[in-house]
């Protein structure tokens, strides 16, 4: 049961964005897809173990939910022309016929990121039905507590079904008013596969690529925005560095020792025509093509050491203005340690610590330590090294924390 129960999770990380999708398009009823979806799941528990893992785990998941529909309609004994339409569908659907369809997808983040919602509720909904992430990831990602998490997906659902949102792409004219949120909610479901906040994995390239997917494809029904093409090149630098990032065994590699002939060129060239793109339409640089241009940076890089540490430094001031944040300003400290030293970082990350930013987070005394040490401050470095281990939620991060700390 323990093998199934694996199982099944694979199958839901890898297929449930698109199961809930599928069904939410041929429902017309985001909530109640993705019950369905979790009906289904329920099922494939059971009846697995005895029948076995079906060829296509998804369109197995798919056709038991459209028959679980099928059947609430039939007894509640109304849209009775619907019921036909997804039965005809469903005979159409047959297991070895199932393709993701992308449009599906893209109408699924418009859906989360309607207007009616919060931002934050936008982001939760959206990481938890697309991204497949469970509650406890996402109150990492999003540094609050899972109560917090949960209630913003409950009060979610229940807006979407109460102003009778529609599962469809907006029209051309409703699209700048859902930009926003759709370019945030795909950044963060791909910073989660970038760097996975729980779990024995490093990265999960899947869920990165799925959201470098809806990236491309947002930029390409909307190329005059500069931001959705620099979220683009943004993701596509990043994801350059996948095949080096990890070694063989799914350790962790990092950016000093990474071998950087590993690193996809193509991809890099694709981020910098996109960037290009972005300056070409825009009126000066958004969020998103500042981190594009700062992963720019790294990019074309021989090594850390010929790393310009002081553009970045200028770039994260710059979107430390535009987009003010606790992450930008640590991850500024990180370069003013590159460009001029470790002494002036560790006063702006105290600065942080002061001021309670980040608490709860490993990412504050993760770089901490590696500054006390670099300062020759062994026994501080080694103490926040293994406190940033504590508060890491990711196995393969916590053994880099711990090997730091017993290096020293």
């Not at 050491?305 to 200028?314: F, L, N, Q, S």
């Not at 203005?321 to 370069?335: E, F, G, H, K, M």
Request: hydrophobic share 45%.
């Amino acid at each position: 049961m323990t093998d199934i129960r694996r199982t099944v999770d694979a199958v839901w990380r890898i297929e449930g964005a698109r199961v809930v999708a599928t069904l939410a398009r041929v429902t017309g009823d985001f909530g109640l897809a993705e019950d369905l979806a979790q009906e289904a799941v329920a099922d494939a528990l059971t009846q697995w173990p005895e029948s076995g893992v079906p060829r296509n785990a998804g369109a197995w998941l798919t056709a038991v939910a459209k028959r679980r529909a099928i059947d609430a309609w039939r007894r509640r004994e109304r849209l009775a022309e619907r019921y036909q339409a997804i039965a005809h569908d469903l005979t159409e659907a047959a297991e070895q016929e199932w393709q993701p369809i992308e449009d599906d997808m893209l109408r699924l983040v418009f859906t989360a990121c309607h207007p009616v919602l919060s931002r934050e509720a936008q982001v939760c909904l959206t990481l938890r039905v697309v991204g497949g992430l469970t509650t406890e990831e996402i109150a990492r990602i999003m540094l609050v507590p899972v109560p917090t998490v949960q209630a913003r997906i409950t009060r979610a659902k229940k807006t979407l079904a109460a102003a009778t949102v529609p599962f469809e792409a907006p029209e051309p004219g409703q699209w700048r008013e859902r930009l926003s949120g759709v370019l945030g909610v795909v950044y963060a479901v791909f910073t989660e596969g970038y760097a996975a906040t729980s779990g024995d994995r490093w990265i999960r390239p899947d869920l990165a690529l799925e959201a470098l997917r809806l990236g491309r494809v947002v930029a390409r029904l909307l190329p005059r925005e500069s931001e959705a093409h620099g979220l683009v090149a943004l993701m596509e630098f990043q994801a350059s560095r996948f095949a080096a990032r990890v070694a063989a065994d799914g350790t962790p590699v990092l950016l000093a020792d990474q071998d950087r002939s590993r690193w996809d060129r193509s991809q890099i060239r694709r981020g910098q025509s996109a960037l290009a793109l972005a300056d070409r339409v825009g009126r000066g640089r958004g969020s998103y093509a500042l981190q594009a241009a700062i992963a720019q940076c790294h990019a074309v890089a021989p090594s850390v050491a010929d790393t310009d540490w002081d553009r970045i430094v200028v770039l994260y001031e710059a979107l430390g203005r535009i987009a003010p944040s606790p992450v930008v300003d640590l991850n500024r400290a990180v370069a003013v340690s590159m460009a001029t030293g470790p002494a002036t970082a560790l006063r702006i990350v105290d600065g942080l610590a002061s001021a309670g930013a980040l608490r709860g987070s490993y990412l504050l005394p993760s770089v901490r330590g590696e500054l006390l040490a670099r300062l020759g401050r062994t026994e501080e470095a080694r103490s926040e090294l293994l406190t940033a281990a504590g508060l890491a939620a990711n196995e393969r991060e916590q053994a880099v924390l711990r090997a730091k700390a017993a290096a020293l």
